[in-house]
């Protein structure tokens, strides 16, 4: 299983992780390098790479991932608050508390499939969601969500004598501190808690193209191409396919931890099932099934989330400044629901073209567009020969 | 006890009512068309959005400056009337009251139409693909659907007043030889079940005792063979989209009384909804009734405090846990069908 990695995969893993360290330098100029935003890029792409591992090869459509996501917060919590701020123990806690929830969440809904695979993990997200909100309050504190306290235990961690909170770090190393560097004429931001999402998001995605290029998501694909057909050549799926939801549920803890890492708070709302709506669009707009297309589309909602969102009518006005006043009056109308508070309208519509044109997500439309590139190349190196007379002119 | 007992029965009636209206229709669109539609939710909340609508049109003023009343700011006072109590009189003022019958009336080729469109601009090309994409494409026009009420009506609920006659409770107990004020029940929560009961017995009689009906059954059984009997079983099929549509719809119409509606109603159904239509079984219309009926009034009851003493927090997660439990022991459902969504 362990077999050195084929030339074109270095190439990709090479590729992959110089645009994840370069991502502040690359995104700076469209809006979108500050710290905050790129850590949601690195912690929504680990999710969306999980969630791919179990909907993009087996084909089970899950509608309850973000359980997972709460869960592995709120494990990380406490253990920020018992033990101590390091990041490491909270990481490996949630994960495993995470992957004990999905073998048996997973164990039970795994024995139905299609649409009542759907329903039985949104009943079981639904059932976490509302036990977080109420009884469960003493754990999770409810609606107010687990917070920080300067009276928390966090036995490993000397005696907090300043007084304010402390912040997550790593062996001393604060999460949230920022360098602000001037290069290319940006102001670029370098933040150790990006790097740190970034290197887990790097191993993730590592781990995920092992799966994919393994026997074992194979047989994952061999799922979703017939599974009936598996079945009857004597092969029982179920380890397989409860495999994949448990190791999508432990990213889904991963990256849940990340986000308190990133910002000490755990409420009850990241469970909710819009929020496991929010993963599969992110996967199926980036393209379900394949490496790199979740993280595209992780990155794409996030980012159109923080951008299109603080764009209301004064702003549009300002870009359409240049037109006279009734031909601007005009497009701020026509342009203003879609952004601002609507740009969920935005979203929901891509997503509908998406589902129904392409339904590869981006990365279908990229390999279509370089193919159309590429015939249109050959053609005109084709015509070149009897093209001589346009040439002369 | 038992009046207790017999009164959380009736609670659980509404959201039943509600429940079952909303997963018949969610059921004859799968029946008939076998696609999952994740945007009837939506549906329910557009049906709300339609009293919203009527009520606003009814409730239209005019507004003239009073010659000789003056506010305290010694401004002329605005007297405002409705168009309709100017040109109706008091006929006017009860049409306002009874908003909600026109809003049925309203409703009706509102949601057929709504539903058409869905259909054949939409839901029509999704046949061949597999359910996942059905649910996902739905999925995107529930929030599209969503966005454009929240753009038009704002995010925050709209309170429709029930007619004021109809506002009271009803002592009900006397009428079961219980002593005065044992069980006293909402009157519109009543209403909306009697509501209920009618819009499902009818579209049971429209299925069983109409020749529509009968071919629409039929193509349900097997779609294939009433197609060479020379039948348009598709526009059938389109036509009862459309009825499922004004089904929900008038649900969503009905309920406007008991919870306002805002933007977010049609999800916070969705979920719930899809949950009492597995539990029933796919593709049973009795299922779904018997199926929304029951979550319902066992939620109701869930929510009494003899029951959340022993096991607290069970209201909160009653539906799903039935669901859960239901679909391990009996896989297709109480009443599902074989050969249903077994793939």
Redesign the interface.
């Given at each position: 299983m362990f077999e050195k990695l084929k030339n074109n995969d270095k190439l990709i893993m090479l590729g992959f992780t110089i645009m994840v360290f370069a991502g502040p330098i690359i995104l700076a100029p469209f809006g979108a390098g500050y710290p905050d935003l790129l850590q949601r890029f690195a912690i929504f792409g680990i999710f969306a790479i999980g969630f791919n591992i179990l909907f993009g090869l087996t084909g089970y459509l899950s509608f309850g991932h973000a359980a997972f996501l709460g869960i592995g917060s709120y494990s990380a919590m406490w253990m920020f608050k018992l033990l101590t701020m390091n990041v490491i123990p909270a990481l490996i806690l949630s994960v495993i508390v995470s992957g004990l929830f999905s073998v048996v969440i997973g164990y039970m809904s795994l024995r139905r499939s299609g649409i009542y695979f759907s329903i039985l993990t949104l009943a079981f997200a639904q059932m976490s969601y509302n036990l977080a909100y109420s009884v469960f309050t003493p754990i999770t504190n409810g609606e107010t969500g687990l917070q920080l306290r300067l009276q928390d235990a966090r036995i490993l961690d000397a005696v907090n004598t300043s007084g304010s909170l402390p912040s997550p770090m790593l062996f001393g190393l604060k999460l949230n501190a920022t360098n602000v560097v001037e290069m290319f004429g940006m102001k670029l931001q370098f933040n150790w808690g990006f790097y740190f999402c970034a290197i887990i998001l790097i191993a993730a995605f590592y781990v995920s193209l092992r799966i994919f290029r393994s026997p074992f998501g194979l047989m994952l694909r061999a799922v979703k191409t017939n599974q009936n057909r598996l079945n009857y050549t004597g092969i029982n799926t179920r380890p397989y396919t409860l495999g994949a939801f448990v190791i999508s549920g432990m990213y889904a803890g991963l990256a849940g931890a990340l986000l308190v890492c990133t910002d000490p708070l755990a409420g009850p709302e990241r469970m909710q099932w819009t929020a496991s709506g929010e993963v599969v669009l992110m996967t199926i707009l980036g393209g379900v099934g394949t490496l790199i297309g979740p993280v595209i589309g992780a990155g794409v909602i996030k980012y159109s989330e923080n951008i299109f969102s603080k764009i209301n009518d004064k702003v549009l006005e300002g870009y359409f400044a240049m037109m006279p006043e009734s031909i601007s009056d005009f497009l701020v109308f026509i342009v203003s629901p879609f952004v601002g508070s609507g740009w969920h309208l935005t979203l929901g519509l891509t997503f509908m073209l998406v589902v129904t044109f392409l339904p590869g997500g981006l990365v279908e439309g990229a390999t279509r567009i370089f193919d159309w590139l590429g015939s249109i190349g050959k053609k005109t190196k084709s015509a070149k020969p009897g093209g001589n007379t346009e040439a002369a002119e | 006890m038992m009046d207790a007992v017999f009164l959380q029965f009736l609670n659980g009636l509404d959201k039943g009512s509600a429940y079952a209206l909303i997963a018949l229709g969610l059921t004859l669109i799968f029946g008939t068309l076998g696609v999952?539609n994740f945007a009837h939710g939506a549906l329910f909340m557009i049906g709300a959005f339609c009293a919203v609508v009527t009520r606003k049109i009814l409730t239209l003023e005019s507004v003239v400056l009073s010659a000789t009343e003056k506010t305290p700011w010694g401004t002329p006072k605005e007297i405002k009337t409705a168009y309709v109590e100017a040109w109706f009189g008091d006929f006017g003022a009860t049409m306002i009251e009874y908003s909600i019958l026109f809003s049925i009336l309203f409703a009706i080729p509102v949601m057929m139409i709504i539903g058409i469109v869905m259909e054949r601009g939409?839901i029509k090309?999704f046949y061949k693909?597999p359910?996942?994409?059905q649910?996902?494409?739905t999925?995107?026009?529930?929030?599209?659907l969503?966005?454009?009420i929240?753009?038009w009506f704002g995010a925050n609920p709209i309170p429709q007043p029930a007619p004021a006659s109809l506002t009271g409770s009803i002592d009900i107990g006397i009428w079961l030889g219980m002593t005065a004020d044992a069980l006293v029940y909402p009157l519109w929560r009543l209403i909306y079940f009697v509501f209920s009961a009618v819009i499902i017995g009818a579209t049971f009689a429209f299925l069983q005792l109409t020749t529509y009906g009968m071919v629409v059954r039929a193509g349900m059984a097997d779609r294939e063979t009433v197609g060479l009997l020379g039948i348009n079983i598709d526009r059938r099929f389109t036509f009862m989209f459309g009825m499922a549509a004004v089904i929900t719809g008038l649900a969503g119409v009905m309920y406007t009384p008991i919870l306002s509606p805002n933007y977010t109603l049609g999800?916070d159904f969705l979920?719930l909804c899809?949950?009492v239509v597995?539990v029933g079984g796919?593709g049973s219309l009795p299922g779904a009734i018997v199926a929304g009926f029951m979550l319902g009034i066992l939620q109701s009851f869930a929510a009494m405090n003899e029951v959340k003493a022993i096991i607290?927090?069970i209201d909160?997660?009653i539906i799903?846990?039935v669901?859960?439990i239901v679909?391990?022991t009996r896989?297709r459902g109480l009443m599902g069908r074989k050969g249903v969504?077994?793939?």
């Open positions: - | 999952v939409l090309h693909r359910h996942a994409d649910i996902l494409v999925f995107g026009l529930a929030i599209v969503q966005e454009i929240k753009a999800m979920v899809f949950v597995v796919m607290p927090g909160q997660i799903y846990l669901a859960v679909l391990m896989p969504m077994e793939d």
